[in-house]
């Protein structure tokens, strides 16, 4: 594990999930909100737009560098599925949540006072109970994680087409369905920003039990039920220790090749 901490890729890819997020929570949550009504109201398709486009773009961006995970819920979705390091997830959900309340912040402090809004804070909708809205939340982070375990599953030959793309119309997805709801947090990192600045933390915890469910669900399903997997549990499980040597981890391909270089 502590080899995997030594690499300059790990600490790359830690920076790429801050700023990826910071960009993320400032576009996103920038265009829901809540102006005056009397001045450019927000649009739902407009905010579904805005949230997935920007994943798509950021995932284009940093994919090589981080994976791109920009969701704490995707992250522990992907340490569920032995995909990443425990030491790399929980560095990356902290980068995350930084990235989440500093992009906050700065919304903040740009937008009207006479305009201010709560900054797209997620809230339940008049009537929703936070038992229905924790059922949206699970369902829609688990057709998101659902979504990027199926994109970037390396023993598929028939993809074509933009993974980042398919994942950000995952995202458009899930807010044209639970905008209405839950206001869509399908990302704990994206909710915690706004209610860290504005200090409102009401039914906050819905926002990531619902998520983390989701994905975690999504990962047990596609990687241990509907896909199977030619590596021995033991090696798969040598991932949350040693960290894999991903397509973003270039320096872990090259010791790889020099101890295969070596004379045995």
Not at 167 to 193: D, E
């Amino acid at each position: 594990m502590m080899r995997e901490v030594r690499r300059c890729s790990f600490w790359r890819g830690v920076l790429g999930e801050f700023v990826g997020m910071a960009i993320f929570v400032f576009l996103s949550t920038g265009s829901a909100t809540k102006w005056t009504p009397s001045a450019f109201p927000a649009d739902v398709v407009q905010i579904a737009l805005t949230f997935g486009l920007s994943i798509a773009t950021l995932a284009q961006c940093l994919g090589h560098i981080s994976g791109a995970h920009l969701n704490p819920a995707v992250t522990l979705a992907l340490l569920t599925g032995c995909r990443v390091s425990v030491w790399r997830a929980l560095a990356y959900v902290g980068a995350q949540m930084l990235g989440a309340v500093t992009a906050s912040a700065v919304l903040l402090g740009v937008t009207p006072n006479s305009r201010n809004s709560t900054l797209g804070l997620n809230a339940l909708a008049e009537g929703v109970t936070p038992g229905q809205g924790l059922g949206v939340e699970i369902i829609i982070t688990f057709q998101l994680a659902l979504c990027v375990f199926a994109t970037t599953d390396k023993q598929r030959s028939d993809l074509t087409g933009s993974g980042p793309l398919a994942i950000g119309l995952s995202v458009v997805i899930g807010h044209l369905m639970a905008i209405g709801f839950t206001g869509c947090g399908m990302n704990p990192a994206r909710s915690f920003g706004p209610a860290a600045v504005t200090g409102d933390f009401t039914n906050h915890w819905l926002y990531w039990v619902g998520p983390v469910i989701g994905g975690v669900a999504a990962a047990l399903l596609y990687d241990f039920v509907l896909t199977s997997r030619p590596e021995d549990l033991s090696e798969r499980l040598k991932v949350l220790t040693s960290g894999p040597a991903e397509e973003y981890d270039v320096e872990a391909e090259r010791d790889s090749a020099r101890m295969e270089m070596k004379p045995k």
